[in-house]
């Protein structure tokens, strides 16, 4: 208890702080908040001030931010980004990456290791993405769409992979689990398109304001449901999470869009106020600086990782551009696909857990994505940027996708 006490002081101090520095320095230089997350945990950390330090209560609840994370990215999917050119190509990037990752694994780290790798390049932070899109205007443009349908891809398949290969089973018995649990949220999807919509909307409404807050409760039934689901089948949760966001985002389909923006709001309030922050602080604190920085050549592996993750996953994400992208937009469009850091962090969870790999490889790994959310989507925003000349408002725009 002496050693959560402080760690639980000094978690919400640094969640306070880290908005404030990203306001501060947005005047120069705009960095995402995750950064600043990350970047005080670790000096808070044992491998710095040691003012913060692991524990199991303040681990489960960096698990619960993590499946907010995921959730959340979950609800914000946008269906009709998947129809078309866009989805088809978004698609085939996502498989070229899979097994290019898979590919350089093996080079590195025959064996089980190479899947954990593979996993980790091949995934894109749709959740960290979507707040940028979000504040830059772009997400109805086809710029946006584009990113939407490589994000959603890039921490949906992911996932996937996660479940068939890194689970106690063989693949084949995955796939007929995996299956088993695609057939139950497809049940959940089916349940939420029969429930009689109009008199759970009014009800929601009513209860907006008041102490029942029955959409907020709705939401957490739906998400520990699928959870639980996962757990129960042996399948990673954090493909649970993401399947809640999007059962929903169903359910909340024709709900009145002020009731509905309500409603984001208070799972964001949740979400990014609490639970996520915790999740980012904590891996900051439990972040293995030392392993880096007395190894060089392991320190000299995180840019290097960084321009392999642009490889892997940055140049096939090209495939989704739009038709007509200039040069700077097909660039952006790779460097942001290549920006990925929560399936880094689970999957490189997983592997240490299991033995599969070290913590000084996680190190490099986790490190890495760290790099790519923090320069990646600076530099591709700022080309895309150049491009417009300014952001764009939000505003439907009429695609080659809606035409197809």
């Given at each position: ?118 996993i980790a390049l091949c995934s894109t932070a749709l ?211 290549a920006t990925g850091l929560p399936i880094i962090v ?59």
């Open positions: 208890m002496d050693d959560l006490e402080p760690t639980l002081l000094v978690i919400p101090i640094l969640a306070v702080l880290a908005p404030l520095l990203a306001r501060g320095l947005g005047r120069w230089v705009r960095v995402p908040i995750v950064v600043f997350e990350l970047l005080l945990g670790i000096a808070v950390g044992p491998s710095l001030l040691g003012w913060a330090v692991p524990s199991d209560f303040v681990d489960t609840l960096a698990e619960f931010g993590l499946a907010m994370l995921f959730f959340v990215a979950g609800s914000e999917i946008e269906f009709g980004s998947f129809r078309g050119r866009t989805g088809r190509n978004a698609a085939v990037g996502w498989l070229i990456s899979l097994v290019a990752g898979i590919g350089v694994g093996f080079l590195l780290a025959p064996g089980e290791a190479a899947v954990i790798i593979g959740g960290t993405l979507m707040p940028i899109l979000r504040d830059a205007g772009e997400m109805r443009t086809p710029f946006g769409r584009a990113i939407g349908a490589i994000g959603a891809l890039g921490e949906f398949g992911p996932l996937i992979a996660i479940s068939l290969f890194l689970g106690q089973r063989n693949p084949g018995i995955s796939t007929i689990v995996l299956v088993a649990f695609a057939l139950v949220a497809g049940l959940t999807i089916w349940l939420a398109f029969r429930i009689p919509h109009g008199a759970m909307h009014r009800f929601v409404n009513a209860t907006l304001h008041t102490s029942g807050q029955f959409a907020i409760r709705v939401v957490f039934l739906i998400l520990a449901f699928l959870v639980s689901l996962s757990i129960v089948l042996d399948l990673d949760l954090l493909l649970g999470a993401f399947t809640a966001g999007i059962v929903w985002r169903l359910v909340m389909r024709d709900a009145a869009p002020a009731d509905r923006e309500a409603v984001e709001s208070k799972v964001e309030a949740v979400a990014f106020g609490f639970l996520v922050p915790v999740f980012f602080i904590y891996t900051g604190v439990t972040f293995d600086l030392d392993a880096l920085l007395s190894s060089p050549p392991l320190l000299a592996l995180v840019p290097a990782t960084v321009i392999v993750l642009i490889i892997v996953r940055g140049i096939p994400s090209v495939l989704a551009a739009p038709l007509g992208s200039s040069v700077r937009d097909r660039i952006s469009i790779g460097l942001l696909g689970a999957v490189s969870g997983i592997g240490v857990d299991e033995k599969v790999i070290t913590s000084a490889t996680a190190s490099v790994l986790v490190g890495a994505g760290m790099l790519s959310v923090l320069l990646l989507p600076l530099i591709g925003m700022a080309l895309r940027r150049r491009t417009t000349g300014a952001p764009k408002p939000a505003a439907t725009v009429t695609t080659e996708d809606d035409l197809a």
